[in-house]
């Protein structure tokens, strides 16, 4: 399985691998293998095979976003929660004992499990390929422990009491716009995220009707198919072999249009829609970075009246080096991240484009000769 | 029970029809939601600022917009050639059905009536104590019931007749089902033919 970002950093370098080879769907929840390799010292053991819930995904991330010392990092997304509410209302009513699933209600439960898997997992190896991601003892803790985490998530949370989520989002856009930028390579950036941001949230809209379009010609085809059989079943007229043919015929095409559909998403629709989230993240970034540099300048003013009054000029001076540290330290690693995350994003446009239309080709290929055999068939009788 | 087949049949073209009514409704849905998809994808190239990637995603644009055209045209086959062939089908039988039902009901209706006044006519012979006559009677009233079980059968031989004519109906159908596909090929030929066009736009981002 290939993971959307793959790129010239993630998981080339073995002494860390991960990935998901497996993934359980059950009646409420999802079970992931995650399965790492590692020749770090910091690990007990060379090889880990444990399993995870999304939970425990979301709990590493809100740990990650939470600690202060990544505040110059752009913080990999989380993964989304993975969507099976038909296919879990199957599940349920499987469970009460009623009958199995549909060829056709399977295939979409492993088309959303295939999704859900390459999302997961390129979190993980986004954090892997990171210099100092890797180096997290959440992280390690994640990869390592081999009990169920759900105790400690719950620590967790009272701990942390989640101080970053409880912020109003729609305050960053305001502020980030309106913080008079010096850099220049800030200023460009900040106007390049907001537009794109915008941009690539309404192509995601638009794939996504589109995939989901598709799907529901594939389901025509299936529907047509299985009308055409029933005529056929009780018709003993010369219909009857002509329609069985065409009933086939509609059968191979659902596959193979339902495939095209699939591989449109997980190819198109699911990278729009990760760099969706990634274009947030560096949006959360340039926030910061434009908190502190607020900070600064607040620590300014304080400094300038503490002069004035000539009371506390000594402390007033210590948080005007620290604000200025902090801010500096922002930029100086928020560069290195944005140029990065560019480099990362090129890469896997052009990777995930390249599949996408190799694969095209091959459906539309195999579309075509199934087409021409029928009609040759069809022509000889 | 040929009539019951007859009607089975009305019942399954009728569905087959409905399905592929929904067909075309959404590949039309395709085709609208495609174009928007391009529009959206030209506007994200224009936002783009890694020159070769913002090319590549003006070409995909372009692309989707072709394929759109495709949905639009394939669309249109789906309807003219087997949804109206459908519709014609159901017609037909609807007709004949109906046509064959009323021929035989009515049919049915006139042997009771006749029957009924042979059974009076037979009463009244009783009565009158004409024993050649009570036999003819008795007689023709068992040929009435006899033919009354039979006849509504006879109205079916029409209904084979007109199924027999369906040889030419077969040959329509095969023809129209032949050029549906060879459009279905076209579509997926054109198809290749776009992607093809793209891939070196999209090896090109670096």
Known sequence: MTSISEDIDLNNDASLVIDIPDALCERDKVKFTVHTKT?????????????????????????????????????????????????????????????????????????????????????????????????????????????????????????????????????????????????????????????????????????????????????????????????????????????????????????????????????????????????????????????????????????????????????????????????????????????????????AFRKNLIEMTELEIKHAKNSVSLLQGSIEILKSN | EKQQQFENLDVQLRKLHASVESLVFNRKELSVNTASFAKSAAMLGNSEDHTALSRALSQLAEVEEKIDQLHQDQACADFYLISELLGDYVRLITAGVFDQRMKTWAKCQDAQVMLQRKREAEAKLQHANKPDKLQQAKDEIRERVFALAVKPNAGFSDLRVFFSSQKDRVKDFRVVIIKYLESLVHTQQQLIKYWEAFLPEAKAIS
């Open chain 1, 39 to 347: 020749t770090l010292s910091s690990f007990q053991k060379p090889e880990y095979s444990v399993q995870r819930q999304h939970e425990d995904f979301i709990w590493l991330h809100d740990t990650i976003v939470e600690t202060e010392e990544y505040a110059g990092l752009i913080i990999p997304p989380a993964p989304p929660k993975p969507d099976f509410e038909g296919p879990r209302e199957k599940m349920h009513k499987l469970g009460e004992g009623e009958s199995s699933m549909t060829k056709e209600e399977y295939a979409k439960m492993k088309q959303e499990l295939e999704k859900t898997v390459q999302v997961h997992e390129v979190f993980l190896q986004r954090l892997s390929s990171h210099p100092m991601f890797r180096k997290d003892r959440n992280f390690q803790i994640f990869l390592e422990y081999d009990q169920d985490l759900t105790v400690r998530r719950k620590n967790a949370k009272e701990m942390f009491g989640g101080f970053f989520k409880n912020m109003v989002k729609s305050a960053d856009e305001v502020l980030i716009s309106g913080v008079k930028e010096v850099d220049e390579f800030f200023e460009q950036e900040k106007n390049f995220l907001l537009d794109y941001s915008s941009k690539i949230k309404d192509a995601t809209a638009k794939a996504e009707k589109m995939t989901r379009s598709h799907k529901n010609v594939a389901d025509d085809y299936n529907h047509i198919s299985g009308a055409l059989n029933n005529t056929a079943a009780d018709n003993n007229t010369a219909f009857k072999k002509h329609l069985e043919k065409c009933a086939e015929v509609f059968e191979k095409l659902r596959k193979v249009e339902d495939r095209m559909a699939s591989d449109q998403e997980l190819k198109l629709t699911e990278l729009l829609r990760y760099y969706t989230r990634d274009i947030q993240a560096a949006k959360d970034l340039l926030y910061r970075r434009a908190r502190a540099l607020a900070d600064y300048e607040n620590s300014n003013k304080a400094l300038d009246k503490a002069r004035l009054k000539g009371k506390d000029v000594a402390q007033a001076e210590e948080n005007q080096k620290q604000c200025l540290q902090k801010f500096d330290k922002l930029s100086e690693s928020g560069k290195k991240e944005l140029t990065s995350f560019k480099a990362r994003r090129v890469v």
